[in-house]
């Protein structure tokens, strides 16, 4: 797998499922921490997964903390609209952990706090928008990680 992709609690099944879908297109594996905001059998999950929902290399977590425990060895990325470096800044590597918050709030502000040096934020260029759909958000990040990883 070229990148992971983690979704901390997620809200919004629509989303996920399209997350889930830019997973399997890009060859990355997706990572999703409880709770969520959904149930996995949500149908919106599945219509937005579409068919391919069955083919994705998904690993769940029963908490952030679980998730930590596990991956504690790993290199993160960790995205916020707080974030002063841009997304273009980060060195992608292979089995990067690129690691995003829930829609209605983001990353935890303890996680911003500890992560500063690995907090990125994709830059918005109108005073009138705080941030971006998540889905847009993830799928902005994964392809610049792979057109570096492929240059």
């Not at 273009?88 to 590597?93: K, L, Q, R, T």
């Amino acid at each position: 797998m070229a990148l992971n992709i983690v979704l901390f609690e997620p809200e919004i099944p629509n989303n996920t499922g399209n997350i889930g879908r830019l997973a399997l297109a890009s060859g990355s594996k997706l990572h999703l921490v409880k709770p969520f905001g959904f149930e996995l059998s949500d149908s919106r999950l599945k219509r937005a997964g579409l068919d391919y929902w069955q083919h994705l290399d998904v690993t769940i977590y029963e908490s952030i903390e679980d998730f930590f425990r596990i991956q504690y060895d790993k290199t993160f990325a960790f995205f916020s609209s707080h974030g002063h470096k841009s997304h273009w800044d980060i060195s992608f590597e292979h089995n990067l952990f690129l690691i995003f918050g829930k829609e209605s709030v983001g990353l935890k502000k303890s996680l911003s706090e500890t992560y500063k040096n690995q907090l990125y934020k994709i830059p918005l260029y109108s005073e009138h928008i705080r941030s971006l759909n998540l889905a847009n958000a993830v799928s902005i990040v994964i392809y610049e990680g792979l057109r570096q990883l492929n240059n």
